[in-house]
């Protein structure tokens, strides 16, 4: 069997939507509904993608504006509400002394998971460190706490916007420029070395993701993605360190459970691997974690439990009618179905 190949955004991206994951919101394409309540669990970053080291007013509000409630962050910027129910919401981080009040909308559909996440980059304040502006190639400890220049928060925002039309080789030149302008980018370093993975230019991604890491160490995206460009390139034992690392870091990120459940598959530790995928499925929504049902597919075929694997992919047709894996997975039910020898079968997803 062929290995799994892993689908690189959220990656996190450092999502302005992403993921990322990213490591945003994911949204979910079933129909609204009503549901029982679910919790809403995030986290605060600084512009740059360093940790909030403060507590900050976070309020959910209706469409309507309407307070459903308010709560203070911990120390380290993450927040959870609780008893949500299904509706549409504004998350709105309130203004400090450095930062601008800012909203992200977040949709919550009936089928969603019983926990949804949100991460949220804040914006510095126009008048503060106006004049600052980053100097040389070495990149200090203090520079990630300094403002984003305009200008390289311009080139960024252009890579960024050529990202979600799928034009990754073209969004290089703006991440390269707005690190440039500013060399403690975090952001833009992590989503260059998120485009370079996606074009399996993988040395060039570990270069830029290091850099990176060095700039922020506590902060999980790079990490993760570097985790799996290991993967890709089947360095798994390296992996796992900063896999397990992320979860220290970030214990609701379903993604780190999906990649560590792909490093124990290819091992051929299934049980583990399973477990993993099951966990990512609990804490993602769909249809972004429906990729996780062709892996424990791929799990039950290995240990040739055919009708097990046939209920996985059923599970992904449901939850992903428009998947881009449906034609595959649908021939693969149906050779299943008729001759239950699974001795060449095996369910991959594509990026």
């Known amino acids: 069997m062929s290995r799994l190949a892993l689908t690189p955004v959220f990656l996190l991206v450092l999502p302005c ?11 979910n394409t079933t129909q609204p509904g009503a549901s029982s309540s679910l919790t809403i669990r995030g986290r605060i970053f600084t512009p740059q993608g360093g940790p909030l080291e403060q507590q900050v007013r976070v309020t959910l509000k209706t469409m309507s504006q309407a307070v459903v409630q308010e709560i203070f962050s911990d120390s380290v910027g993450n927040f959870e509400f609780r008893g949500v129910p299904v509706n549409n919401y504004e998350i709105v ?28 980059f804040l914006k510095e304040k126009e008048d503060r ?31 960024l916007k050529l990202v979600t039309q799928k ?3 073209e969004s290089i030149p703006h991440f390269l420029a707005a690190i440039e302008t500013f060399p403690a980018f975090y952001r833009a370093l992590n989503d260059l070395g998120v485009q370079y993975l996606r074009l399996r230019r993988f040395d060039e991604a570990l270069d830029v993701l290091n850099r990176a890491i060095g700039i922020a160490p506590n902060v999980p995206h790079a990490l993760v993605n570097v985790a799996e460009v ?7 034992a390296e992996a796992v360190p900063l ?84 034609p595959e997975v649908q021939s693969k039910v149906a050779l299943m179905r008729a001759t239950m020898d699974g001795d060449t079968i095996a369910i991959t997803s594509r990026p």
Request: a neutral charge; aromatic letters at 10%; one cysteine or more.
């Open 243 to 326: 896999l397990q690392r992320a979860l220290e870091l970030d214990a609701s990120n379903w993604l780190v459970h999906t990649l560590l459940g792909v490093t124990y598959y290819h091992q051929g530790d299934y049980p583990h691997a399973k477990n993993e995928f099951d966990r990512a499925l609990l804490m993602g929504e769909m249809p972004t974690v429906a990729v996780n049902y062709l892996y424990v597919a791929n799990v039950y075929i290995r240990q040739r439990d055919y009708p097990k694997a046939i209920a996985e992919c059923e599970k992904y047709l449901k939850d992903y009618p428009k998947g881009p894996d449906v």
């Open 230 to 236: 290991k993967i890709e390139r089947g360095e798994d």
């Open 17 to 27: 939507a992403a993921l990322a994951q990213g490591t945003s919101s994911q949204r």
């Open 167 to 169: 034009k990754y080789e």
């Open 93 to 120: 981080v309130w203004a400090t002394d450095r930062y601008e009040t800012t909203t992200e909308r977040i949709e919550i559909y009936a089928r969603a998971s019983r926990m949804v996440f949100q991460n949220i």
């Open 129 to 159: 460190n106006a004049n600052s502006k980053p100097k040389g190639s070495v990149i200090s400890v203090g520079e990630l706490s300094m403002k984003v220049p305009k200008v390289a928060e311009d080139h960024y925002r252009r890579g």
